[in-house]
């Protein structure tokens, strides 16, 4: 299985950015996708997941309302639209899949495969 992560680049605050995840290897609209990040010196955390159906989806709190997580069963891929970003918002953006269908993991523990990341840099 096979993640591979685009997209990132420097934005200014207040500005928009998609990073998308590109999955192979494994029948994508099966399971579940998520996306986590990592700033610098600090643990990785959840910022969003969705079902293998497109129709439920989780957000952690610090980007609800600002990002929106989709996917395109037939491109095998899942997008993360991110608005109105904040210099907090810098990091390693990583995709995760995970075999979960009952709900949307916000665990890292619950992904068993990871993308490479792709870093968001937003200016002040």
């Known amino acids: 299985v096979q993640l591979q992560a685009s997209g990132g680049g420097l934005v200014q605050a207040g500005g928009s950015l998609r990073v998308s995840c590109a999955a192979s290897g494994r029948t994508f609209s099966s399971y579940a996708m998520g996306w986590f990040r990592q700033a610098p010196g600090k643990e990785r955390e959840f910022v969003a997941a969705?079902?293998?159906?497109?129709?439920?989806?989780a957000y952690a709190d610090s980007v609800k309302g600002r990002f929106t997580i989709s996917r395109d069963n037939a491109k095998n891929t899942v997008y993360l639209q991110m608005n109105s970003l904040k210099p907090e918002d810098t990091a390693v953006y990583y995709c995760a899949s995970t075999p979960r269908i009952a709900y949307v993991p916000r665990l890292g523990s619950e992904y068993d495969y990871w993308g490479q990341g792709t870093l968001v840099t937003v200016s002040s």
């Open positions: 969705i079902r293998w159906s497109g129709t439920g989806t």
